[in-house]
């Protein structure tokens, strides 16, 4: 009996876990019904708290704003190149960019006098119009970025763009995509102080406005994003791409769609002949260095001869217009953009005497523009300068070995990469830039190593590109990395404390060894003042002129605001 027994203790057991396994398979918890409801719990645990970071920045929004700014942008570009049309219809009698060869035609004296005449103009409008009395350009949009909160207004972007128009419109020797840049980061910070966006969120639409300027004003969609990741925000994140592609292809398809699909300039298909060129593009890159540099120098020097001066502001673009109309009179090709004789030398229809002449006229003519105060950029004359050193440089090197050199053309195309890599510190996008303008591809690798040869060289010789200068003229050292705009950006009154109800500080000396602070100075002379003192906490004062106590400025606040700050621009540069 015992046997039989355990045998049926043992089939009890054996019956129960079938049951049991019997339970489990038929329970809503396991079994393959469960999968597809494991799956989702998996999926919801990776998606859901990405996109809640995506909604919560408001990325969605961010990439509809950048569309409207896309095409907002293409469309101020074209009316931009418009009013200059319309503005030198009346002395060339043509809207084009043929402007050397309508002015070729023309009495000397109305050569002379129109670009004065366009000072005038110009010089009473940055009196009584201009905010700060200057024209604005690419460095204003990168100051607006680091330190300024994104912020352009409007008054001033359309200011700007009135005063460069005529500028070019009447003769000025400079380039109008500088004014079409501002103009389409006028547009972004319009459109962001209508949303409360992030600020780095901020920062992103401001680039967009620029890549889509760039795009609708070279047809050149990829160096558009480029350049604004390159120049105004300094490093490359895919948050930022995405809406910065999307405002640079809406520009793109909106200029293609009123101006047609075609590059800038129009230039045969070159080729190299033999890779036996190539110590002949290293030594390009290293004559286009020179170019770059000289012209940066004399833009400098120009602009410091300028300032010594003591004359109205109004009369300084009258006496440039007139030394702008004095060089025009024997080259007529250095008069406003510059398009058609950069176009003349890329199809090789200069000679080498006049391709020399050209480089040093240009050179001079747009120092004398931009210290005269006219507006405009340097852009175009850049392409300019390095198609004209290039092509004389082809032409020299097809003497002496004339069976291995390539088409003096080819040299003008890569020199006018080189030499516009070198100006605006931009080797990358600059190169796009070319490639886009001209469609073409074979020369890239040549052009890759003269931009890389004549970018290295202009840094090394002037520690900065011509935009950083014009910012460190203004005391704005921008380009020591992100670091130094935050110092110069964050200001007392973001991280202060403000006096409790019962707190009645006496007001501090003027002078003493009294340490204060005003509001709105910068966290790096509030770093600099807790040490100075030796104190951790300084009384803060709404300005220098109104010395009442407003509040207290706490050095650990001080350093977990720098510290905040330093965090989400990492975050930025690298998300």
């Given at each position: 009996?015992?046997?039989?027994?355990?045998?049926?203790?043992?089939?009890?057991?054996t019956?129960?876990?079938?049951?049991?396994?019997?339970s489990?398979?038929s329970?809503?918890?396991s079994?393959?019904?469960?999968?597809?409801?494991?799956?989702?719990?998996?999926?919801?645990?990776r998606?859901?708290?990405?996109?809640?970071?995506?909604?919560?920045?408001?990325?969605?929004?961010?990439?509809?704003?950048?569309?409207?700014?896309?095409?907002?942008?293409?469309?101020?570009?074209?009316?931009?190149?418009?009013?200059?049309?319309?503005?030198?219809?009346p002395?060339?009698?043509?809207?084009s960019e043929?402007v050397?060869?309508?002015?070729s035609?023309?009495?000397?004296w109305?050569?002379?006098t129109?670009?004065?005449?366009?000072g005038?103009?110009?010089?009473?409008?940055?009196?009584?119009?201009?905010?700060?009395k200057?024209a604005?350009?690419v460095?204003d949009v990168?100051?607006?970025?680091a330190?300024l909160?994104?912020?352009?207004?409007a008054?001033?972007?359309l200011?700007?763009?009135l005063?460069?128009?005529?500028?070019?419109g009447?003769?000025?020797s400079?380039g109008?995509?500088?004014?079409?840049?501002h103009l389409?980061a006028?547009?972004a910070s319009?459109?962001?102080?209508?949303?409360?966006?992030?600020?780095?969120?901020?920062r992103?639409?401001?680039?967009?406005?620029?890549?889509a300027?760039?795009?609708?004003?070279f047809?050149?969609p990829?160096?558009?994003?480029?350049?604004?990741?390159?120049v105004?925000?300094?490093?490359?994140a895919?948050r930022a791409f995405?809406?910065i592609?999307?405002?640079?292809?809406?520009?793109?398809?909106?200029?293609?769609l009123?101006?047609?699909?075609f590059?800038?300039f129009i230039?045969?298909?070159?080729?190299?002949?033999t890779?036996?060129?190539f110590p002949a593009?290293a030594?390009?890159?290293?004559?286009?260095?020179g170019?770059a540099?000289?012209f940066?120098?004399?833009?400098?020097g120009?602009?410091?001869?300028?300032?010594?001066?003591?004359?109205?502001?109004?009369?300084?673009?009258?006496?440039?217009?007139?030394?702008?109309g004095?060089?025009?009179?024997?080259?007529?090709?250095?008069?406003?953009?510059?398009?058609?004789?950069?176009?003349?030398?890329?199809?090789h229809?200069?000679?080498?005497?006049?391709?020399?002449?050209?480089?040093?006229?240009?050179?001079?003519?747009?120092?004398?523009?931009?210290?005269?105060?006219?507006?405009?950029?340097?852009?175009?004359?850049s392409?300019?300068?390095?198609?004209m050193?290039?092509?004389?440089?082809?032409?020299?090197?097809a003497?002496v070995?004339?069976?291995?050199?390539?088409s003096?053309?080819l040299?003008?195309?890569?020199?006018?990469?080189a030499v516009?890599a070198?100006?605006?510190g931009?080797p990358?996008?600059?190169?796009?830039?070319?490639f886009e303008?001209t469609?073409?591809?074979?020369?890239?690798?040549?052009l890759?190593?003269a931009?890389?040869?004549?970018?290295?060289?202009?840094?090394?010789?002037?520690g900065q590109?011509?935009?950083?200068?014009?910012?460190?003229?203004r005391g704005?050292?921008?380009q020591?990395?992100?670091?130094?705009s935050?110092?110069?950006s964050?200001?007392?009154r973001?991280?202060?404390?403000a006096?409790e109800t019962n707190?009645?500080?006496e007001p501090?000396?003027?002078?003493?060894?009294v340490?204060?602070?005003?509001a709105?100075?910068?966290?790096?002379?509030?770093?600099?003042?807790y040490?100075?003192?030796?104190e951790?906490r300084?009384?803060?004062?709404?300005?220098?002129?109104?010395?009442?106590?407003?509040?207290?400025?706490?050095?650990?606040?001080a350093?977990?605001a720098?510290?905040?700050?330093?965090?989400?621009?990492h975050e930025?540069?690298?998300?």
């Amino acid at each position: 009996m015992r046997p039989h027994h355990m045998m049926t203790s043992a089939n009890k057991n054996t019956s129960g876990q079938h049951a049991s396994k019997t339970s489990q398979a038929s329970s809503p918890e396991s079994g393959p019904a469960t999968f597809p409801k494991r799956l989702w719990h998996l999926i919801s645990a990776r998606v859901q708290p990405n996109l809640a970071v995506f909604v919560g920045e408001k990325q969605p929004l961010v990439w509809l704003l950048a569309l409207a700014v896309g095409v907002g942008a293409a469309y101020l570009a074209i009316a931009f190149r418009i009013l200059i049309g319309i503005i030198q219809l009346p002395w060339l009698g043509t809207t084009s960019e043929t402007v050397y060869e309508a002015a070729s035609a023309l009495p000397w004296w109305v050569v002379l006098t129109v670009p004065a005449l366009g000072g005038l103009i110009v010089g009473l409008l940055l009196t009584y119009l201009m905010p700060g009395k200057r024209a604005r350009g690419v460095p204003d949009v990168i100051e607006a970025r680091a330190l300024l909160g994104c912020r352009i207004p409007a008054q001033e972007g359309l200011s700007n763009a009135l005063v460069s128009a005529v500028s070019l419109g009447m003769g000025a020797s400079a380039g109008r995509e500088g004014p079409v840049v501002h103009l389409g980061a006028t547009l972004a910070s319009v459109l962001k102080d209508l949303f409360a966006l992030p600020h780095s969120a901020q920062r992103t639409l401001l680039a967009c406005g620029v890549a889509a300027a760039v795009s609708a004003s070279f047809n050149a969609p990829i160096a558009g994003v480029l350049f604004a990741h390159e120049v105004i925000l300094g490093h490359y994140a895919l948050r930022a791409f995405v809406p910065i592609v999307i405002s640079s292809v809406a520009a793109t398809v909106v200029a293609r769609l009123h101006l047609g699909d075609f590059p800038a300039f129009i230039i045969p298909a070159y080729q190299i002949t033999t890779y036996w060129e190539f110590p002949a593009f290293a030594l390009l890159g290293l004559v286009c260095a020179g170019v770059a540099i000289a012209f940066q120098l004399a833009v400098a020097g120009s602009d410091r001869v300028a300032k010594s001066i003591d004359i109205p502001l109004w009369l300084r673009p009258v006496i440039g217009g007139l030394m702008v109309g004095a060089i025009a009179i024997w080259f007529p090709q250095v008069l406003g953009v510059g398009y058609d004789a950069t176009d003349a030398a890329l199809n090789h229809q200069f000679q080498i005497s006049l391709l020399l002449a050209l480089l040093v006229a240009k050179t001079a003519a747009t120092a004398i523009t931009l210290a005269s105060r006219f507006g405009g950029g340097v852009f175009s004359p850049s392409l300019y300068l390095g198609a004209m050193a290039g092509g004389a440089y082809g032409l020299m090197a097809a003497e002496v070995f004339p069976v291995m050199i390539s088409s003096e053309g080819l040299y003008a195309l890569i020199g006018m990469g080189a030499v516009t890599a070198a100006v605006l510190g931009a080797p990358i996008s600059t190169v796009l830039i070319v490639f886009e303008l001209t469609g073409g591809y074979e020369m890239t690798i040549a052009l890759l190593l003269a931009v890389s040869i004549s970018s290295g060289l202009s840094q090394a010789t002037l520690g900065q590109s011509f935009f950083h200068w014009q910012l460190a003229m203004r005391g704005l050292f921008l380009q020591e990395g992100p670091h130094k705009s935050i110092v110069q950006s964050l200001r007392v009154r973001d991280f202060m404390s403000a006096l409790e109800t019962n707190e009645t500080p006496e007001p501090p000396e003027l002078e003493g060894d009294v340490a204060w602070l005003a509001a709105g100075d910068t966290i790096e002379t509030a770093l600099q003042a807790y040490d100075a003192a030796g104190e951790t906490r300084i009384v803060v004062v709404e300005g220098t002129h109104d010395m009442t106590p407003i509040g207290w400025a706490e050095q650990i606040d001080a350093l977990n605001a720098l510290n905040s700050a330093l965090i989400e621009a990492h975050e930025e540069h690298h998300l």
